[in-house]
């Protein structure tokens, strides 16, 4: 293990994790990322029925449980709801619900098409404030924004007796809901400027260069395998954020779009032509064959409401007088959870 506060700083706000392992924060913090479920443990799916048939199989071993499920109003969720019948679903709702609202009446019809009792977790920047810390020190650094209310729906779940949550947040990794990724043939750099969140230099006072992470990936002519890329940093950050707030509440949780794995290659034409997760799409009709295939969307949070009036860090760390208009919500709040994190710990560790 190594300390290299200015490393971790730059790859949180580059990738949104720290994405070296053994390299960390302050001594004695050890920072944790989920490990990835290995390729040759993967089941090879090539159709929406062979995706079907593993998600029932890996939902069986649970049905004498009390499951939940964390149900959005996007197809990932309400394909896996659909072969938990009967089960308590776990729905985000923001602002009272007003925002969003489309994404809440598409939950609430998923959850009444399969005979679940739908259970609103209601999200409100207290919520928020409550549960970062419990998050940032299970992780032992500075975490995504979804995940101190997914440790609420956790919580929540908990106290209802539930005693494994469903999710499906993998299907976007593995069957191509990236689709702004994806949307084309990337140049090394054209795509590192794209991925990246926050780029360090712009905010911190000595930044670091993350570039290190693309260079595997670097293909001749100045192109990148992103796809290759994303199947590797992108997915492991996606995933860590999850298994740390199921974790951080102490609630054990089941994603079976994580144990799958394309038998072939992306379809990277069909998702061009606007079918991202062409085969998702193709399962959800399947399962509900009388509602229209939702559009994507992210995990709801107003993050631009937040942090609206937020006049940004202060901390020695980041530049001053940084021109806060110009970052979006969700760079903002890694802003605010980096220096909220280093305030926690600085003193302390140092």
């Excluded at 925002?99 to 609103?120: P, V």
């Excluded at 919520?127 to 650094?141: G, R």
């Excluded at 998702?280 to 942090?307: G, H, Q, T, W």
């Excluded at 969700?330 to 305030?343: P, Y």
Aim: net charge negative; proline share 6%; aromatic share 12%.
């Amino acid at each position: 293990m190594s300390v290299d506060k200015n490393y971790c700083m730059s790859s949180y706000l580059a990738f949104r994790y720290i994405d070296r392992d053994g390299v960390d924060f302050f001594p004695g913090m050890k920072h944790r990322n989920i490990d990835l479920v290995p390729e040759e443990k993967r089941v090879q799916v090539s159709t929406a029925e062979e995706i079907g048939e593993v998600v029932a199989r890996q939902l069986e071993p649970f049905k004498g449980a009390k499951r939940g499920v964390m149900l959005s109003g996007g197809m990932d969720s309400a394909i896996v709801a659909s072969y938990a019948r009967g089960a308590e679903a776990y729905t985000f709702r923001f602002l009272g619900g007003e925002f969003q609202r489309e994404e809440l009446a598409r939950a609430e019809r998923f959850a009444s098409e399969c005979g679940m009792n739908l259970h609103y977790v209601d999200i409100a920047w207290a919520t928020v404030e409550k549960h970062v810390d419990m998050a940032m020190e299970a992780k032992c650094a500075p975490v995504h924004s979804i995940e101190p209310q997914i440790i609420q729906a956790a919580l929540q779940a908990k106290a209802d007796g539930i005693e494994v949550m469903l999710i499906g947040d993998g299907a976007d990794y593995v069957f191509g809901g990236m689709d702004k990724l994806l949307s084309q043939d990337w140049t090394f750099d054209a795509f590192v400027k794209r991925y990246c969140s926050i780029d360090p230099a712009e905010v911190l006072v000595e930044p670091m260069d993350m570039t290190y992470a693309f260079e595997p990936y670097r293909l001749k002519g100045d192109m990148i395998d992103f796809v290759g890329f994303m199947e590797g940093l992108c997915t492991r950050e996606s995933y860590s954020s999850y298994d740390n707030a199921f974790r951080a509440a102490g609630l054990p949780y089941l994603d079976p779009y994580e144990r799958m794995a394309l038998a072939e290659p992306l379809d990277l034409a069909r998702i061009r032509r606007g079918e991202s997760k062409y085969l998702i799409r193709e399962l959800f009709s399947k399962r509900y064959p009388d509602i229209p295939v939702p559009n994507k969307n992210p995990m709801p949070r107003p993050v631009d409401a937040y942090f609206a009036d937020w006049k940004g860090p202060v901390r020695p760390e980041f530049l001053p007088n940084l021109e806060m208009t110009k970052f979006s919500g969700n760079q903002k709040w890694q802003l605010w959870c980096l220096e909220r994190f280093l305030n926690n710990h600085d003193k302390e560790r140092q």
